[in-house]
């Protein structure tokens, strides 16, 4: 079955650049397209990334993904660090019938 | 201005049966996926199924099959998320969320209805 999987957590000090990755298994992450979306605590998920590396209107440009089918991995990266960006976020592709979500991961920025 | 707009928090003993709604506005509801979403407190995001309320052709996750159904009724623009038999183990808050029609991202989202089962 597919999976994705994402670090746990990680950190980075406001103004710098974080990646957080997203491995599948079971298939390619090329066969599909990638979102990633942001989750503040208690608040429902926005979409910050769709299409593997598109953004929706109002996230800047701080936010991009890419994919790099060698490893199998969609990341996401955020440049610029804010303390607002602190959250959860979570990758999502689809396995050609079910959607499916990585585990996601906690950004501390601190 | 789209809006999904979630029933409020339940509270059920093992064994009920519940429905919990998501009423949809802002668009024309027959023409966007609407799914669901479970995130048990403190895990992560976990897709369930979806439905396209304009033929209520409705897909599900494996892990779901058999557990939940998905519904909607177009005539009042909402989708529906039903258990016949709670367990313990289905308290989490769950999300609708709309899918862009010409893109895979879900766009809107609803603000979540916490479903807590406990005897």
């Known amino acids: 079955n597919f999976v994705l999987t994402q670090p746990h957590s990680v950190s980075e000090s406001p103004g710098k650049t974080v990646t957080i990755t997203c491995t599948a298994s079971?298939?390619?992450?090329?066969?599909?397209?990638v979102q990633w979306y942001q989750q503040r605590p208690g608040s429902a998920p926005t979409c910050v990334i769709y299409?593997?590396?598109?953004?929706p209107s109002g996230v800047p440009d701080r936010f991009s993904g890419s994919i790099d089918s060698s490893s199998n991995t969609a990341s996401l990266t955020i440049s610029g660090l804010k303390t607002a960006d602190e959250a959860d976020y979570y990758c999502?592709?689809?396995?050609?019938?079910?959607?499916?979500f990585g585990g996601g991961t906690k950004l501390a920025v601190l | 201005e789209v809006q999904l707009v979630q029933s409020g928090a339940e509270v059920k003993k093992p064994g009920e049966s519940l429905k919990i709604s998501c009423k949809a506005s802002g668009y024309i509801f027959t023409r966007n996926w609407i799914g669901w979403v479970r995130q048990i407190p403190g895990k992560g995001l976990e897709w369930m199924g979806n439905i396209y309320p304009g033929d209520s052709d409705t897909r599900y996750s494996p892990s779901f099959q058999g557990q939940v159904t998905i519904s909607a009724d177009k005539s009042i623009t909402t989708a529906y998320l039903q258990w016949s038999s709670l367990k313990a183990s289905d308290t989490a808050i769950y999300y609708c969320?709309?899918?862009?029609?010409?893109?895979?991202?879900?766009?809107?989202w609803g603000q979540g209805t916490l479903v807590t089962v406990s005897s």
């Open positions: 969320a709309r899918r862009d029609r010409d893109t895979p991202m879900d766009d809107y």
């Open positions: 299409e593997d590396n598109e953004r």
């Open positions: 079971g298939g390619s992450i090329g066969s599909n397209y």
């Open positions: 999502q592709s689809s396995d050609g019938t079910n959607r499916v």
